[in-house]
C-alpha cells in the first residue's frame, strides 16, 4: 500500500497476505446510483466489462475517474485526475460517461427509510442464484 503525506511524501506500507482467505467462485454484484462516483465508478465499469458480474441500481452521475490529492502550499488542495475510462481501447477519446446497470433497481426513500433496500435485495437475490 502506497499513500503520501500531507508533504507529498511516500510511505510504503507492507500488507500481508492472509494465508487463510481463500477466493470463491461466487457471483459478484456492485450497488450504483446517481451518488456513485469516481473510483467506484471505474470499479462498476471494470466489473461490468470484464463479465465478472453483474451492476444493479440506477445510472451513475458520470464522473469515472481516478485522482490523487495533491496538498498545496496555503493548505488546501487539489486534486489531479489521473485516470480518466474509455470504453474502447483502441479510442482514447471513448470515455466512459457513466455506468449503466445491467438490472436497473430504482431507489424508493420511503422504503429504503424503513430499512428495505430494493437494490440490496435484487443484489442478494443474484448472488444466491435465484
Avoid at 507529498?8 to 446517481?34: E, F, T, Y
Avoid at 469516481?38 to 452521475?61: D, L
Wanted: proline share 5%; with cysteine; glycine share 6%.
Amino acid at each position: 500500500l502506497v499513500t503520501r503525506d500531507q508533504q507529498g511524501q511516500r510511505n510504503v506500507i507492507q500488507m500481508s497476505s492472509l494465508s487463510n482467505v481463500k477466493a470463491v467462485d461466487k457471483p459478484v454484484a456492485v450497488l450504483v446510483d446517481q451518488t456513485t462516483s469516481n473510483e467506484a465508478e471505474i470499479f462498476a465499469q471494470v466489473i461490468q466489462s470484464k463479465r465478472k458480474g453483474s451492476v444493479f441500481g440506477t445510472a451513475t452521475a458520470g464522473c469515472p475517474v481516478a485522482s490523487f490529492p495533491s496538498v498545496l502550499p496555503d493548505n488546501s488542495v487539489l486534486n489531479v485526475s489521473i485516470y480518466r475510462s474509455i470504453s474502447d481501447g483502441n479510442d482514447p477519446n471513448s470515455y466512459v460517461e457513466n455506468v449503466t446497470p445491467d438490472v436497473v433497481v430504482d431507489i424508493d426513500r420511503q422504503s429504503l427509510s424503513q430499512g428495505q433496500d430494493a437494490q440490496l435485495e435484487k443484489a442478494i437475490s443474484f448472488i444466491k442464484g435465484q
